[in-house]
Each structure stands twice: as C-alpha cells, then as structure tokens.
C-alpha cells in the first residue's frame, strides 16, 4: 500500500477520498419542498392581504413582517435550527433564514451584555449578506443607470 | 527519568494515577458510556447564567470529585495541570481560583489531558507527592467561539465531529499501587496541508500516526504488546485514516485501536457525524471508562494518545493549515 503522507497533495487526495460527501440529493429535495412550502405561505398571506384591499407593495410587506415574527420566534423555542438542519437552503434563503441569522446571535451574545453582546454582535452572521447584497444592488443600479438613462427619471 | 531514543521519557519510579473522575453532559448521558461517568448532567447550563459559567462549573466539581475520590486532602496537592478550549483557557483558570493549589494552565487544544498527565507526571520525579491534572470542553461554549451561534439554522457536513460537554481530571502519586504511567512520549506538531475545520481527524491523524510510531521505534514495543491503544478524539473519519497510515507504513494496529470520540457517542442514534471531540472527550472518556477498566485489571497495558489541532477562528479564516499534535502515555498495571 502506497504511503498517503507522501506530499501534502497525495494526502489531500487521499483524505478526499475518504471523507464521505454531504447526502445533496437527499439535502436538495428537503430544501426544495421546505423552500417552496414557506414560499406558498407568504403566496398565501399575500393573497389575503390583497383579497383585503392591500396593495400589492403594501401586501408584500406584510408577508415580509409576517415571516420574519414567525422565524423569530421559532428561533427564540430552539425549532428554526432543528428546521434549518433538515432543509438548509430551503429555510435559509427565504427571509426567514435572514431573520433566524440576526436573532440567533442575539441571543446567544446576550451574555456579553445589550451593548456589546446583543448590539455588538448581532449581525455577525448576517454582516455579510446586508454588505454584499447593498453593495452589488449599487453597482446593479449603476449598471442600469448608465444604459437606461433616457427612461429614468429622477424626482 | 531517563530518555529513550528521539522523544520518549521512561519513569525509575512510575507515578500512579490514584484516582479519576468524570462528569459529561446532556447528549453524552445518553451514549453508550453513560454508566461509567461520575456524573451525568441533564442540561447543559447545570443551574448557570452562560455557557463558561457552566464549563467552569463542570471542571471544578469534577475536580472536587476527584481529589474526594482520592483521599488526598487539597492543600497536599502541590501543583495542577489544566486547559481547556476556551480563549486563554478561562474554565479553568475561573474553576481553580478559589483552590489554593498552585496552578499551571497549559493549552494543547484535545490533546490537553495527556499533556497535563505528561506534565503532572515529571513533576512527580521531582518535587511534587500529588499532582492534579483536568481538562474540560463544552460544546455550547465551544460552538459559540468556533463555529455559529447555536441556534443558527444551518447543516454539518459529515466530517464534522462533535464537541464533547465533559470534564475529567486525574490526581497522581508518586507513590501508589498503579496504575502506573510508566513512559511517556510528547509528540512534535505534524502539519499535512489540512485546511478543512469541520475534518479535524484527518488533521489530527498524522500526527497520532508519527507519535505512535515513534513511541514504538523509541520503547521498542509493538502495536501487540498494549491491550488497547487508544487515540484522544480522531473521530471515525480520522480513525480509519490512522488505521490506513499506520498500516502503509507497516504497523497493523487494527485489532487493538480504538478512538475515544468513536466510543462516546452512538454515530447512528445520535446524529454526532464523524464523532466527538474536544479536551473533555478524551479526559472523560479516560476518567470514566479506561481509568476503571484499568484498576479492574481488564486492560493491563494501555496506550493514551490524546489528539490536538493547534488552530483557532482566525487562522481558520486566514486560509492556514491545520497543525496537529499527538501526545501518548503508556499506562499499566
């Protein structure tokens, strides 16, 4: 039997080999219907909204309020991790994977204090995510700006 | 004491482990070593404010129970050896402030158990009549400093392993009936290229491979000659790894190796991936079960070797390697 700690290469590969892969088809199912489930909720309330007289801005807000309480509060009684376990993705990229990233360090930085624990810490996970997604809706918006200057119109 | 060959230390007057105590968490309780535990906590705050609180508190009753379980009054003890995971090892340090017994915090991540019994044990060549040694990880306080908050909804691969909710501490002899720790072999660090945080084992596997080996080539003995080698926490990824290295390079250790992060959790009942982890899985593990199957004489000679990845968040996040360390001690009776 060859050595694997022959070079670092050979030892990567080697190791590759015999970590085993995350079950992706198994994750991707769970996070599709999981996704797609809390995407018909907020479909749902949006259509209420409207059936109520909202409109359609006003309705997606709602949803979004809806959503967000509705994750928070699953984090605060220890389910969305259990969900988020099982579905990934499907929990994760709907807005209420971006409400469970800010509520959940702030509980658990509370211990640190309201400042510098809850306030300090809050966005560690979610930082990120607010940095990148304001920053390329800039550079999205410069784009467009420059090739549609005749039909935009600044108020 | 006296050297043997590279790196090995044989004791003239082997120290004797007097006594061992162990407590472990929620999860741990319901693995398939719960019974051997001193104590099996049933949340992981055990009546604290914070995650350190409860580590803290977790190391300084194990210690408690392990100098009453000794008979050995406090004030005999003349040093203590103890670590954990923690920045600048603080459930420690908070757990032993109020002993009054002398302390050295040392930091060799999982591999702290052994490098305390190492420590404690040369000590005991020398001045000290007692030493105390412990280590504890939380896998609350843990997660919390390495990874994510815990109740961040997101998935493990499976590599990753499972930091143990434990503590365990030992109280030496230099004089005593055994079990005896008769050489010991601090490892050198061994760095493979892994950069990968949640595959600790196959960081941590070459350096128990080269400590192991260097063991036997520095005592002369041979896999054989133990009757259980038993690796800190390599988990099962890092244990075949270990069993596949050692074998290329012609030493069959597979009928008499085993990994204290395999044994204390059931992979398949309790979703712990790759295994536990953490300075608490090796110090409980060896406190509760080794310790007692040593003093029943079922294991006569046993091999230790606890593992460490010598890394933090930063050096993580700074795209650096994983340094691994294997220290060993040989037990027997």
Redesign the interface.
């Known amino acids: 039997?060859?050595?694997?700690?022959e070079t670092?290469k050979t030892?990567?590969k080697?190791?590759d080999e015999?970590?085993?892969?995350?079950?992706i088809l198994k994750?991707c199912f769970n996070a599709f219907w999981v996704g797609g489930l809390i995407c018909s909720i907020g479909q749902i309330i949006l259509n209420i909204c409207k059936s109520r007289g909202f409109d359609i801005a006003t309705s997606g807000t709602i949803v979004s309020i809806i959503l967000i309480a509705i994750s928070a509060f699953f984090?605060?009684l220890?389910i969305?991790?259990?969900?988020?376990?099982f579905?990934?993705a499907g929990?994760?990229v709907p807005i209420t994977?971006f409400a469970?990233?800010i509520?959940?360090?702030a509980?658990?930085?509370k211990?640190e204090g309201y400042i510098m624990g809850v306030g300090g810490k809050m966005f560690t996970?979610a930082g990120p995510v607010l940095v990148f997604g304001i920053s390329s809706s800039i550079i999205v918006g410069i784009i467009y700006l420059i090739f549609n200057t005749q039909s935009i119109t600044l108020v | 004491m006296e050297k043997l060959g590279k790196q090995t230390i044989k004791f003239d007057t082997p120290p004797t482990i007097l006594e061992c105590a162990s407590i472990v968490g929620p999860k741990e309780s319901e693995g398939p070593l719960a019974k051997y535990f001193d104590q099996c906590l049933e949340d992981e705050f055990w009546g604290e404010?914070?995650?350190?609180k409860a580590e803290s508190k977790i190391i300084k009753e194990t210690i408690h129970a392990a100098i009453s379980k000794s008979g050995v009054p406090a004030e005999k003890i003349d040093c203590s050896f103890a670590g954990d995971l923690l920045n600048q090892c603080i459930s420690s340090s908070f757990a032993l402030r109020d002993s009054n017994v002398p302390f050295f915090g040392v930091f060799g991540a999982c591999s702290t158990f052994v490098e305390s019994l190492s420590l404690g044990a040369i000590c005991t060549e020398s001045f000290a009549k007692h030493v105390l040694c412990a280590t504890s990880s939380h896998f609350c306080s843990a997660e919390?400093q390495f990874r994510?908050?815990?109740?961040?909804?997101?998935?493990?691969?499976?590599?990753a392993q499972w930091t143990v909710t434990g503590s365990g501490a030992a109280v030496l002899s230099k004089s005593g009936t055994g079990p005896f720790i008769t050489h010991i072999t601090p490892g050198k660090i061994v760095d493979?290229?892994?950069k990968d945080a949640n595959?600790m084992g196959?960081a941590m596997a070459?350096a128990f491979?080269d400590t192991l080996l260097t063991h036997f080539k520095d005592t002369g003995r041979t896999p054989n000659y133990y009757d259980a080698i038993i690796s800190g926490d390599l988990g099962h990824?890092g244990k075949?790894?270990a069993i596949?290295?050692a074998?290329?390079?012609g030493y069959n250790i597979k009928s008499n190796y085993n990994d204290c992060g395999v044994l204390i959790f059931d992979k398949n009942k309790q979703d712990t991936h790759s295994g536990g982890s953490g300075c608490g899985c090796c110090g409980s593990v060896f406190s509760g079960y080794f310790f007692k199957q040593l003093k029943s004489k079922k294991i006569k000679r046993l091999l230790l070797i606890a593992t460490g990845a010598l890394m933090n968040s930063t050096s993580s996040q700074q795209g650096e390697s994983i340094p691994g360390i294997a220290h060993a001690i040989s037990i027997e009776i």
């Open positions: 039997m060859e050595n694997p700690l670092e030892y990567q080697y190791v015999k970590s085993p892969d995350s079950p994750n984090t605060g220890n969305f991790n259990k969900i988020g376990k579905a990934g929990s994760l994977g469970n990233s509520v959940a360090p509980m658990e930085y211990s996970v | 404010k914070t995650w350190e919390k994510f908050p815990l109740e961040l909804g997101n998935q493990r691969p499976p590599t493979m290229g892994i595959n196959a070459p491979v990824i075949e790894i596949d290295i074998k290329s390079q």
